[in-house]
């Protein structure tokens, strides 16, 4: 039987394009395109290599806007099978708590899976929450920041970057698995494929089909709130202009102040 | 497990006491980063005259519990067993819920580390509460007991204070290398109380079949790092850089185009899709400064910028600007370096 995985991705502003306010020196986001979550993109390609080697069926799973079906379309392009866009007014601002509660209630819906993925974090939220949400939703174990995940008789083998090193850890089916940025190359949209995608289309999922209360949902289901924004203020930087004659007084001044180190061996 | 369930707001947050840590652990020693929650939590919880009480979950726990109390924890609770040797992320969090359960605390503090962020949402489900990721600031309300959360967001550009007031306790992941180690005392007074306990074999469904130490290169580990960009002009640039972050005992780093072209691996990039740094010295040498550069080395201590464009972006974001071709700048740096070396030596000599 094929193996049933579930992709959960996030459509998120490119952060090539977000440019720096020249005086709030805030990110404008408003003029960036909008992405498929660089992380999601080595999630899905370590979903479409285990479905290289043992026969799958991937789903994308994603909460946003209508407009994010561009992302799911694009993850159909490389090889899902399926794409369900969760897209209510009702989801809208929520935290970390109804998020992961829609995207396990969307996949409870689907029935059967095997092994769920997500990208380590998104680039615009930054917090690695929603994918632990999900799996404690489910009841199911986790394995998160990976940089490597096989399928190797019935289990699922991956190896965590931890700080002081690489854990391998072995799971057995249903569980959720995490994955580190940049941590594989994804491969791009075959023309074929991108075909089929726009024939099959995503499906678009609201509210009313995931049988959850509104209440639990969005805004209204969020724990947490943000009372304020402050703007970093920014170290201040001289940007002292020192000529490569100077560079002799430049490198003399930051061995005083001990930034670099002469590191000579006493005898 | 949870279930398809909603937060709840607590009936009477004012029953909800103490500041509780997780404590992480690694080969029978609690993990510095989880010493610096020891430090915030204590500052919080002195500030509103309650207890710090720590939480560990693993096996042999004694001597953790010991060095907690010399950090300034008042209390230890602990769940111990040869099931929980090694860090699985289901037993972990279903013994630290257990402790919130039975004992309230009003806050519930982690380092922001990967087990960490592993565990917190988890432990946060469970618990039907939020919790805020990656802080940098932690503060509280004295009179109301409101966790003050803070946490950079917009690439590090604007700090969001998050607030979570109707649920209990209060979560917070806190950035790792932030917050201070207190000093430890010996003969501070610290309750123990370890549980063994029998792990419910339903939550053992992962096993740990390897580890292997850190040996290859992190870039965020370095004190100096020397990046290269487009300006390098070509691939051979970074031998010249790499020849002057040894001369300075630093590393290499790389702005994310000159990634893409192939000029150097990936474990190099500095950025928003790479890698935050935060050194004593860095070196952008032919970088321009998009935004997407500037997030993740803008917190650096020093950064000295090398640019021909007298324009440059990255210009704005330095402390030392050398408007020059970089290699005729870069030359000069690894020359002045080995001069003042020299010098030393023969001062150390005579």
Redesign the interface.
Same mark, same amino acid.
């Given at each position: 039987m094929a193996l049933e995985i579930v992709v959960m991705i996030k459509q998120v502003p490119d952060?090539?394009e977000?440019?720096?306010d020249p005086v709030t020196?805030?990110?404008n986001?408003m003029k960036a395109r909008n992405v498929l979550n660089?992380a999601d993109e080595n999630a899905l390609e370590a979903a479409l290599i285990i479905k290289d080697r043992a026969e799958s069926h991937i789903t994308i799973v994603s909460m946003g806007p209508p407009m994010a079906d561009e992302a799911i379309l694009e993850c159909m392009g490389k090889g899902a099978d399926r794409g369900i866009l969760l897209t209510d007014r009702a989801f809208a601002g929520a935290?970390?708590?109804?998020t992961?509660?829609t995207l *396990?209630?969307a996949i409870?819906k689907l029935g059967k899976f095997d092994i769920i993925f997500a990208g380590e974090e998104t680039?615009d939220?930054?917090?690695?929450? #929603?994918g632990?949400?999900v799996?404690?939703?489910?009841?199911?174990?986790? &394995?998160?920041?990976t940089r490597s995940v096989r399928f190797e008789d019935g289990n699922v083998?991956g190896e965590?970057?931890?700080?002081?090193?690489?854990?391998?850890?072995?799971?057995?089916p249903p #569980?959720l698995i995490t994955v580190r940025?940049?941590s594989n190359i994804p491969r791009r949209q075959t023309l074929r494929k991108k075909i089929d995608a726009i024939k099959t289309g995503v499906e678009t999922w609201t509210l009313q089909n995931l049988g &959850?209360?509104a209440?639990?949902v969005g805004f209204k289901?969020?724990?947490?709130?943000?009372?304020?924004?402050?703007?970093?203020k920014?170290?201040e930087?001289?940007?002292?202009? &020192?000529?490569?004659s100077e560079?002799?007084e430049?490198?003399?001044e930051? *061995?005083g102040n001990g930034?670099?180190?002469?590191? #000579?061996e006493?005898? | 497990m949870t279930g398809l369930i909603n937060a709840v707001p607590t009936d009477k947050p004012e029953e909800y006491r103490n500041v509780f840590v997780f404590l992480e652990t690694r080969k029978g020693a609690i993990v510095k980063s989880s010493l610096e929650m020891i430090g915030i939590g204590k500052e919080i919880a002195e500030k509103v005259k309650e207890k710090l009480v720590c939480i560990l979950v693993g096996n042999d726990l004694a001597p953790m519990a010991k060095e907690a109390g010399k950090y300034g924890c008042d209390k230890v609770l602990g769940a111990e067993s040869p099931d929980l040797e090694d860090f699985k992320t289901m037993p972990y969090a279903h013994y630290a819920a257990q402790f919130i359960s039975e004992e309230k605390p009003n806050i519930f503090l982690i380092a922001a580390t990967h087990d960490g962020r592993d565990l917190a949402s988890r432990i946060a489900v469970k618990s039907r509460t939020g919790v805020t990721a990656d802080c940098t600031v932690i503060d509280i309300d004295p009179n109301e007991r409101i966790l003050l959360a803070n946490r950079p967001v917009y690439g590090e550009s604007t700090l969001a204070e998050i607030l979570c007031k109707n649920h209990r306790p209060q979560m917070a992941t806190a950035r790792p290398g932030v917050f201070k180690v207190p000093d430890a005392q010996d003969g501070r007074n610290c309750e123990k109380d370890i549980r063994r306990v029998r792990v419910d074999p339903d939550l053992i469904r992962k096993e740990i079949i390897g580890f292997r130490p850190k040996v290859e290169f992190d870039i965020t580990d370095a004190d100096i790092v020397v990046s290269g960009g487009l300006g390098l002009g070509k691939k051979e640039g970074f031998q010249v850089l790499e020849e002057l972050a040894k001369e300075l005992g630093g590393v290499v780093g790389a702005s994310r185009p000159a990634v893409d072209v192939g000029w150097i691996d990936r474990d190099h990039q500095v950025g928003q899709t790479g890698r935050v740094v935060r050194p004593k010295l860095y070196i952008a040498a032919g970088i321009s400064g998009k935004a997407q550069h500037i997030v993740g080395m803008k917190q650096s201590d020093i950064i000295i910028a090398i640019n021909s464009d007298p324009d440059a972006e990255i210009a704005k974001y330095s402390d030392y600007f050398i408007n020059d071709d970089v290699y005729a700048a870069i030359p000069e740096l690894i020359k002045e370096i080995r001069k003042l070396k020299g010098e030393k030596e023969v001062e150390i000599s005579t």
């Amino acid at each position: 039987m094929a193996l049933e995985i579930v992709v959960m991705i996030k459509q998120v502003p490119d952060s090539q394009e977000v440019e720096i306010d020249p005086v709030t020196k805030t990110l404008n986001r408003m003029k960036a395109r909008n992405v498929l979550n660089v992380a999601d993109e080595n999630a899905l390609e370590a979903a479409l290599i285990i479905k290289d080697r043992a026969e799958s069926h991937i789903t994308i799973v994603s909460m946003g806007p209508p407009m994010a079906d561009e992302a799911i379309l694009e993850c159909m392009g490389k090889g899902a099978d399926r794409g369900i866009l969760l897209t209510d007014r009702a989801f809208a601002g929520a935290d970390t708590y109804p998020t992961g509660l829609t995207l *396990a209630a969307a996949i409870t819906k689907l029935g059967k899976f095997d092994i769920i993925f997500a990208g380590e974090e998104t680039s615009d939220s930054s917090t690695g929450h #929603v994918g632990p949400g999900v799996a404690e939703f489910l009841g199911i174990e986790q &394995i998160t920041y990976t940089r490597s995940v096989r399928f190797e008789d019935g289990n699922v083998i991956g190896e965590r970057e931890l700080e002081d090193g690489i854990e391998i850890v072995r799971a057995r089916p249903p #569980v959720l698995i995490t994955v580190r940025l940049g941590s594989n190359i994804p491969r791009r949209q075959t023309l074929r494929k991108k075909i089929d995608a726009i024939k099959t289309g995503v499906e678009t999922w609201t509210l009313q089909n995931l049988g &959850i209360p509104a209440e639990w949902v969005g805004f209204k289901g969020s724990p947490t709130v943000v009372r304020s924004m402050k703007t970093i203020k920014e170290k201040e930087r001289a940007a002292r202009k &020192i000529t490569v004659s100077e560079i002799g007084e430049l490198v003399k001044e930051l *061995a005083g102040n001990g930034v670099i180190k002469m590191e #000579v061996e006493q005898q | 497990m949870t279930g398809l369930i909603n937060a709840v707001p607590t009936d009477k947050p004012e029953e909800y006491r103490n500041v509780f840590v997780f404590l992480e652990t690694r080969k029978g020693a609690i993990v510095k980063s989880s010493l610096e929650m020891i430090g915030i939590g204590k500052e919080i919880a002195e500030k509103v005259k309650e207890k710090l009480v720590c939480i560990l979950v693993g096996n042999d726990l004694a001597p953790m519990a010991k060095e907690a109390g010399k950090y300034g924890c008042d209390k230890v609770l602990g769940a111990e067993s040869p099931d929980l040797e090694d860090f699985k992320t289901m037993p972990y969090a279903h013994y630290a819920a257990q402790f919130i359960s039975e004992e309230k605390p009003n806050i519930f503090l982690i380092a922001a580390t990967h087990d960490g962020r592993d565990l917190a949402s988890r432990i946060a489900v469970k618990s039907r509460t939020g919790v805020t990721a990656d802080c940098t600031v932690i503060d509280i309300d004295p009179n109301e007991r409101i966790l003050l959360a803070n946490r950079p967001v917009y690439g590090e550009s604007t700090l969001a204070e998050i607030l979570c007031k109707n649920h209990r306790p209060q979560m917070a992941t806190a950035r790792p290398g932030v917050f201070k180690v207190p000093d430890a005392q010996d003969g501070r007074n610290c309750e123990k109380d370890i549980r063994r306990v029998r792990v419910d074999p339903d939550l053992i469904r992962k096993e740990i079949i390897g580890f292997r130490p850190k040996v290859e290169f992190d870039i965020t580990d370095a004190d100096i790092v020397v990046s290269g960009g487009l300006g390098l002009g070509k691939k051979e640039g970074f031998q010249v850089l790499e020849e002057l972050a040894k001369e300075l005992g630093g590393v290499v780093g790389a702005s994310r185009p000159a990634v893409d072209v192939g000029w150097i691996d990936r474990d190099h990039q500095v950025g928003q899709t790479g890698r935050v740094v935060r050194p004593k010295l860095y070196i952008a040498a032919g970088i321009s400064g998009k935004a997407q550069h500037i997030v993740g080395m803008k917190q650096s201590d020093i950064i000295i910028a090398i640019n021909s464009d007298p324009d440059a972006e990255i210009a704005k974001y330095s402390d030392y600007f050398i408007n020059d071709d970089v290699y005729a700048a870069i030359p000069e740096l690894i020359k002045e370096i080995r001069k003042l070396k020299g010098e030393k030596e023969v001062e150390i000599s005579t």
